[in-house]
């Protein structure tokens, strides 16, 4: 019996994507009606998600907004904590591992430690908490909760990668949309994330275009800025710029696009070999031995380092078993967000004046 095609599956799920849209539409229309209940509180709060399951960029938006805001306003970074061992509402501490609240605020934390980040998979209940913490936020970012309708952002922001834009998207399974193309109507922001530096203004008049945003809807373009290599277990820094055609890289994520980070390596001197394992993935002791014996024959051959993300470098630092020789050369790629088209000042603004004129109402002017 032949194998069957990857197309062939593809039209197997088409059905399984029609039942699914349906349910998420009836769930959508109860929420429009107010059948089911959204919460609305006393103080700005920002959602940041999307339409697509996973790497469009949540987290270094979220930091990107964590930065702008932190010096004028005390913030708070609510997020689900995905894959974390331990259940409901915590705050995070300077000792919280990732297991304790998930990668992602792992790293939020770490890198902000004087902002309160927690975790809560009911929002509600999580908005509730803080509220009653000792330090009360004046703003809310919530991380990865578009589709999180029970609270009601007073600002929403929807992320689309460029490289698999929503309305060239389907919705699950056959496709990668946690929701159809429509629910982009429910975002005050739009940003095309993972842009390439040099995109042109057709090709972002073109995108526009094929959004068919509504006219009080902002979009704006955003790239990734890659900083130097810091080292995970040390103060060591590596400049790209510095390989050469006898620097060995071996790439290692658990991210769900490392496209973008192979593309910036490759256009490097160095040789590149790589390991991409799914998303949040979770490193086995298998994982362990492979990741070992794959960098010492590696290392062998001259000048050997072994790259990760920020969010895999997350959890790398609580997995046992890694080499010396590892842990050594382990590095990972700080990421930061750019607004194109000069329009950074403009894009700041609506998010301070969003914040300073909603101190007491969380539903946008």
């Known amino acids: 019996m032949p194998k069957p095609s990857k197309k062939n599956i593809s039209q197997l799920l088409l059905p399984l994507s029609l039942l699914y849209g349906m349910v998420v539409t009836w769930r959508n229309i109860l ?3 107010g059948i089911l209940k959204s919460k609305s509180f006393q103080l700005p709060i920002i959602c940041v998600g999307n339409l697509a399951v996973g790497g469009t960029g949540k987290t270094p938006h979220t930091e990107y ?7 004028q306003f005390n913030v708070a970074v609510l997020s689900r904590g995905y894959k974390r061992k331990k259940k409901g509402f915590r705050i995070a501490e300077t000792n919280s591992t990732v297991a304790d609240i998930g990668d992602e605020p792992y790293q939020i934390k770490q890198k902000f430690p004087n902002i309160t980040v927690a ?15 000792d330090i009360a936020p004046d703003v809310i970012l919530l991380d990865d909760a578009y589709q999180h309708r029970y609270v009601k952002a007073g600002l929403n ?27 982009r109507d429910r975002a005050d922001i739009v ?3 993972k842009c390439s530096p040099d995109i042109t203004q057709n090709e972002m008049r073109e995108i526009e275009h094929g959004l068919r945003l509504n006219p009080h809807q902002k979009l704006f373009f955003s790239t990734f800025r890659y900083g130097d290599l810091l080292s995970v277990w040390g103060d060591n820094t590596r400049k790209l710029s510095a390989f050469t055609e006898n620097t060995k890289v071996f790439l290692l994520t658990g991210i769900a ?6 593309n910036l390596l490759h256009g490097t001197k160095a040789e590149i070999t790589s390991i991409c394992y799914p998303d949040h993935h979770h490193f086995t002791p298998g994982d362990i031995s492979h990741i070992n014996k794959k960098f010492n024959a590696l290392s062998q051959t001259g000048d050997a380092l072994i790259i990760t993300t920020e969010k895999d470098a997350s959890r790398l ?3 046992q078993g890694l080499s010396e020789s590892v842990l050594k050369h382990l590095y990972y790629i700080p990421i930061e967000i750019e607004i194109l088209n000069n329009l950074k000042a403009t894009f ?8 300073r004129q909603n101190q007491g109402n969380s539903l946008m002017a």
């Open 31 to 33: 929420f429009d009606k």
């Open 65 to 71: 907004l964590v930065k702008l805001l932190q010096e």
């Open 119 to 133: 975790v809560c998979k009911q929002r509600v209940k999580g908005i509730k908490q803080l509220l009653k913490s």
């Open 157 to 183: 922001i929807l992320l689309t990668d460029q490289h698999r834009l929503i309305y060239k998207d389907h919705l699950l399974p056959y496709g990668h949309l946690r929701e159809g193309f429509e629910s």
């Open 191 to 193: 940003i095309v994330t």
């Open 257 to 262: 696009n490392p496209k973008p980070i192979l």
């Open 317 to 319: 630092k609580f997995v």
């Open 348 to 355: 700041n603004n609506i998010i301070i004046e969003y914040v």
